[in-house]
């Protein structure tokens, strides 16, 4: 299916954020006792800095909230759109046959820099839970560049830095520059499954939106011979007038009862740095 090519990785997302909330690990895991406050309870904080393992939680945690705030949604455009101080925030219901759960999630443009970098404002909060806050500075690609969160644990303002792959960037300075799409581009890959627009009401509001649906199916190889089909069904309510476009998002998996569904909460500004990152 060639024209759903430039939604695969959202779709990736969306099967992420799936088994984040029905699978082995969260943030929830993380920030509220498992990796961290075990690590904690072990050694301390900082004999696990000293030997690296404060480091690998932060790459978890700091994966785990960018995916899951910065692209709550799985659609990947319209960022640009955003203000300095501006931001939206989102409510997530996740369904499956042993029940559901909700969680809040925020995501706002703090400062673009001159060098084409930008701080986001990241924020998850999840049922009778804290709110886990973070900052991050992402590059004109919107790849992490650095990542800094307020540590529950030690109530320190922990950051990271990605190590920087040297044979990746030397790669990409020999290699030209492709041009950048011209407006409506990426229309072109999901205007097929555009149905129309329908009236779509949401926490933050009603609005007139352009649905997106796409409806799929795939086999999962477990092992030489076993393997398991599924029916999925991916839905987009877009809004141009709205940073980020979206308003509305649900994906489902039809053969197995689950669904992930996000609407838009809030869309609001005067976000500033609560971390002091600049």
Request: proline share 2%; aromatic share 12%; glycine share 8%.
């Amino acid at each position: 299916m060639k024209p759903i090519k430039k939604l695969s990785k959202a779709v990736l997302i969306g099967s992420a954020l799936i088994l984040v909330f029905t699978g082995c690990v969260s943030v929830d895991d993380i920030v509220s006792g498992n990796l961290m406050a075990k690590t904690e309870a072990r050694m301390g904080q900082a004999v696990a800095d000293a030997m690296g393992i404060g480091e690998l939680e932060d790459a978890v945690l700091a994966t785990l909230i960018y995916t899951q705030v910065f692209y709550a949604g799985g659609y990947g455009y319209g960022y640009e759109d955003f203000t300095e101080g501006e931001g939206v925030a989102w409510i997530l219901t996740a369904k499956d046959n042993d029940g559901s759960e909700t969680l809040e999630v925020e995501r706002a443009l703090l400062k673009r820099n001159t060098d084409g970098t930008a701080w986001w404002f990241l924020a998850y909060r999840a049922e009778g839970e804290d709110e886990f806050i973070s900052e991050a500075l992402l590059d004109s690609d919107y790849t992490i560049v650095k990542f800094r969160y307020h540590d529950p644990e030690t109530d320190a303002i922990r950051e990271w830095v990605p190590e920087q792959d040297e044979s990746a960037e030397e790669t990409a300075d020999d290699e030209e520059m492709e041009e950048e799409p011209e407006v409506g581009y990426f229309e072109g890959d999901y205007g097929e499954y555009v149905t129309g627009t329908e009236r779509v009401v949401v926490p933050a509001g009603t609005y007139q939106a352009e649905h997106v649906l796409i409806e799929d199916s795939y086999t999962a190889e477990d092992g030489a011979e076993a393997s398991e089909s599924y029916e999925v069904r991916y839905e987009w309510w877009l809004v141009k007038d709205v940073p980020g476009d979206l308003v509305k998002y649900s994906w489902q998996n039809v053969s197995d009862n689950s669904s992930l569904v996000g609407e838009l909460l809030s869309h609001k500004r005067g976000y500033t740095t609560r971390l002091e990152s600049y």
